[in-house]
Each structure stands twice: as C-alpha cells, then as structure tokens.
C-alpha cells in the first residue's frame, strides 16, 4: 500500500512538470505576436510623409522659369525665319516673272527707276563708246541661262571675261544713263578687237533696270579702270551720267559683233534655310538641357 501510495505521487509530480513546460494559448499568442513584430522592418516616417520643405525643394524656382525664355525665344526667331524663307522665295520668282514681261517706256522722272529694278525699259540713243569701262571678272550667262565656268584665276576665254559698261545718249532728253552692254572675253576686252560692234549709230534696244551695289566685303579697291562692282558713284562721276544702270538683254544680232547682253543676275541673298535650321537647333538643345537641370535636375 505504501508502495503505491510512492508510485502515485511519482506519477502525479510528473504530469505537473509537463503542464508546466506546455505555455498557455494566451502566452503562445504574445510569444508569437512579439515575435512577428520584431521581424517586421521599422517604418520610416520622415520619408513615407513627404515634408513641407521636400515639397519646397521640388518646385522651380523664379530664375528657372526665366532660363525656359532661351528655348522659347529661339524657337519664336525659328518660326520667324520660315516665314522669311517663304516670303524670299516668292519674292525671287516675282521677279524673274518680271524679266519676261512685256517692256515699258523709260519714264521721264528718271528717279522712279529707282522702284522698279528688274522691270524691262526701252530706250532710244546712242552709245558713247569713247567713255566705256570694264566691270568684271566676269563669267557668261548663256541665252539658255546657264553660266559657264570661270574666275579671277580662270585662264579660259570660253567662261572667264569682262562686261562692257557703256554711258547711252538718250535721244529724246539730254540724260545719260549707264548701260551694261553685255559679256565680253577676254581677247576681247579693247574696242579696237570689236570694231563692227562700236557704231555710233542711234539704236533702241531693250533693258533690265538695276540699283547700284554696296562695296563687297573684302572686296578691293579699283584698279586700272577695271570696276570690280556696280559702283554707281564713281562711274557717273566719271562719265558724267545720272545714277540708273541698265542690263541689256539678251540680242543675236548684236552679240555678233559686240558684247553679248543677257547677263543679269537676281542677286538675292537668301540664307533664311540655314538661319532657321540654326534657331530651331538651338531652341532643341536649350529645352534639352533646362528639362535636364531645371525639373529634373540631373547634374553633369
């Protein structure tokens, strides 16, 4: 009886060692929540939150807006040149529409030439051939319109020549006026080697109506009677003729035995292609980098 009274004690002090060695369900769910959070990340508050002085750091600032007037202006000067362009071409073919217009009379206040450059005049008188000069060196424009090969260093007679400024006596008024002649080679740059061409006769022939030219950069003086421009103040004072000079057109007969006319050019600088490709590249290049440093501000 005393044995089993031991064995019972045993055994009862064992189940209460187990019972104590099981944590409870409450325990197990505050050992296992403490647990859970540890293993969580900290949460960062200052950087989920944005704060009032990042949200400052972000907006652009008064000078930023400023620099968007560079690429703004550049693209306003492009739009700019696209019109011009528009309005050079047009003007180009009006007046080579002109060119092939019917003629008019001289008008008799000779200054209103001076409004209708590459208009056709006619006129009446005779050539003062004593008084002639040289412009050039000149290359030739063929009736066919094309312009042959030649320079200042050009040694070929075919392409490379002078042309002939001559006073003309008008016949109906005692004016004189300047009258590009036309193309003359080389070999024959001196009267004395177109003889049948330097009648004295009264002719009437047909002209284009051009202004005078501003010294060329670069360009030198005058030398030897050989004109480099159409200088308009030096050759009236040395002939003694008003202010208008006249390209003569193009006529078969006369440029068998004379300077061969037709030599006009319409001289119109029209670089408005390279100008606007410049302010648009501009304009690509400066939006580029504000984006770059000013919204997203990525340093170099």
């Given at each position: 009886?005393?044995?089993?009274?031991t064995?019972?004690s045993?055994?009862?002090?064992?189940?209460?060692?187990?019972?104590?060695?099981?944590?409870?369900?409450?325990?197990t769910?505050?050992?296992?929540?403490?647990?859970?959070?540890?293993?969580?990340?900290?949460?960062?508050?200052?950087?989920s939150?944005?704060?009032?002085?990042?949200k400052?750091?972000?907006?652009?600032?008064?000078?930023?807006w400023?620099?968007?007037?560079?690429?703004a202006?550049?693209?306003?000067?492009?739009?700019w040149?696209?019109?011009?362009?528009?309005?050079?071409e047009?003007?180009?073919?009006?007046?080579?529409?002109?060119?092939?217009?019917?003629?008019?009379?001289?008008?008799?206040?000779?200054?209103?030439?001076?409004?209708?450059?590459y208009?056709?005049?006619?006129?009446?008188?005779?050539?003062?051939?004593?008084?002639?000069?040289?412009?050039?060196?000149?290359?030739?424009?063929?009736p066919d319109?094309?312009?042959?090969q030649g320079g200042?260093?050009s040694?070929?007679?075919?392409?490379?020549?002078?042309?002939?400024?001559?006073?003309?006596?008008?016949a109906?008024r005692?004016?004189?006026?300047?009258?590009n002649?036309?193309?003359?080679?080389?070999?024959q740059v001196?009267?004395?080697?177109?003889?049948?061409?330097?009648?004295?006769?009264?002719?009437e022939?047909?002209?284009?109506?051009r202004?005078?030219?501003?010294?060329?950069?670069?360009?030198?003086?005058?030398?030897?009677?050989?004109?480099?421009?159409?200088?308009?103040a030096r050759m009236?004072?040395?002939?003694?003729?008003a202010?208008?000079?006249?390209?003569?057109?193009?006529?078969?007969?006369?440029?068998?035995?004379?300077?061969?006319?037709?030599q006009?050019?319409?001289t119109?600088?029209?670089d408005?292609?390279?100008?606007?490709?410049?302010?648009?590249s501009l304009?690509a290049?400066?939006?580029?980098?504000?984006?770059?440093?000013?919204?997203k501000?990525?340093?170099?």
């Amino acid at each position: 009886m005393l044995r089993f009274g031991t064995q019972m004690s045993r055994l009862v002090a064992l189940n209460m060692q187990t019972v104590c060695r099981i944590p409870s369900s409450r325990n197990t769910q505050k050992l296992i929540t403490r647990k859970m959070t540890q293993q969580r990340s900290p949460v960062d508050w200052n950087t989920s939150i944005p704060t009032k002085a990042a949200k400052d750091k972000d907006k652009i600032a008064p000078l930023g807006w400023f620099l968007l007037l560079i690429p703004a202006t550049t693209f306003g000067l492009g739009c700019w040149q696209v019109k011009r362009k528009i309005w050079k071409e047009q003007l180009i073919k009006d007046l080579n529409k002109q060119l092939s217009t019917a003629p008019v009379d001289l008008p008799e206040d000779l200054s209103d030439l001076t409004q209708m450059e590459y208009r056709l005049v006619k006129i009446r008188g005779r050539f003062l051939h004593e008084k002639e000069m040289r412009m050039g060196p000149r290359s030739l424009i063929r009736p066919d319109g094309v312009e042959t090969q030649g320079g200042l260093f050009s040694q070929r007679d075919s392409g490379n020549g002078y042309l002939i400024v001559t006073p003309f006596q008008l016949a109906d008024r005692d004016d004189i006026v300047l009258v590009n002649r036309g193309w003359v080679s080389r070999k024959q740059v001196d009267p004395e080697t177109r003889p049948l061409g330097q009648l004295p006769a009264e002719v009437e022939l047909t002209a284009v109506v051009r202004k005078g030219e501003a010294r060329p950069q670069f360009t030198p003086d005058h030398k030897g009677g050989i004109y480099l421009y159409r200088d308009l103040a030096r050759m009236c004072a040395s002939t003694g003729a008003a202010p208008i000079f006249l390209d003569a057109v193009y006529d078969a007969q006369a440029a068998k035995n004379g300077p061969i006319g037709g030599q006009t050019r319409v001289t119109l600088r029209n670089d408005h292609l390279s100008y606007l490709v410049t302010w648009f590249s501009l304009s690509a290049a400066t939006s580029f980098l504000w984006y770059r440093q000013i919204v997203k501000r990525i340093p170099f």
